[in-house]
């Protein structure tokens, strides 16, 4: 499943603090009606991203009805991403 987006970089103070992109409705809505298959626990789900031309890996988190897309250190770095930047995102969900 291939699942392109925008969205905004925001901070989420969990257990560490982190940078997320929140995955939208309509794109969430096709994540869970997979989920089952794909995750590898805890809700997690495991996927290839791509924003700009820095292509990685990480696992989304439910949150909610809707998921959450880690921005790695490396990620933001490399593309100079900061909070609050939009950025455009492929996921790539093996299913």
């Known amino acids: 499943m291939d699942l392109h987006f925008s969205g905004e970089i925001i901070h989420w103070r969990g257990p560490a603090p982190f940078h997320f992109v929140?995955?939208?409705?309509?794109?969430?809505?096709?994540?869970?009606?997979?989920?089952?298959?794909?995750?590898?626990?805890w809700g997690a789900i495991p996927v290839r991203a791509r924003i700009g031309r820095t292509e990685f890996t990480t696992s989304l988190f439910p949150k909610g009805d809707m998921y959450l897309v880690p921005i790695k250190v490396a990620v933001r770095r490399a593309e100079?991403?900061?909070?609050?930047?939009?950025?455009?995102?492929?996921?790539?969900?093996d299913t």
């Open 22 to 41: 929140e995955v939208p409705e309509e794109q969430s809505a096709a994540i869970e009606a997979v989920s089952s298959m794909v995750t590898y626990g």
């Open 80 to 93: 100079g991403l900061a909070l609050g930047d939009e950025v455009a995102i492929h996921l790539e969900l």
